[in-house]
């Protein structure tokens, strides 16, 4: 079992920047893939971005350009670095371990909201 612990988010202002942080209870040194999700109000939720075990990362087309996936393996932690946010990056962002083909674990989720 793995837990999941999101940080992050709050209130941005369009164009503007912010961080989240998703802090694993255990060693994500060989895990396969970590990501991000999110779910706007009324929508399914969708990927945001992953990073593999190789360092290999994907980004929603939405995203690419504005947001930044990386890891710390020393600290179990995967972050988000979100800039030039919008009004439709509102949402509630989740953090997602796959810990092995069809083993994946979330976090409780942390709300960004983007005001115009």
């Known amino acids: 079992q793995v837990q999941l612990v999101e940080s992050g988010g709050g209130l941005v202002q369009a164009g503007g920047s912010t961080r989240l942080s998703c802090a694993a209870s255990r060693s994500i040194f060989s895990i396969n893939a970590m990501g991000w999700y999110r779910q706007a109000p009324g929508k399914q939720r969708e990927l945001v971005a992953t990073?593999?075990?190789?360092?290999?990362?994907n980004y929603a087309d939405s995203v690419k350009g504005r947001f930044t996936i990386s890891r710390d393996i020393l600290k179990n932690t995967v972050y988000l670095q979100m800039s030039s946010l919008k009004p439709e990056d509102t949402g509630v962002y989740y953090c997602n371990a796959n810990w092995a083909p069809g083993v994946n674990y979330w976090g409780q989720g942390t709300q960004v909201t983007v005001s115009s």
């Open positions: 990073v593999t075990s190789r360092s290999s990362t």
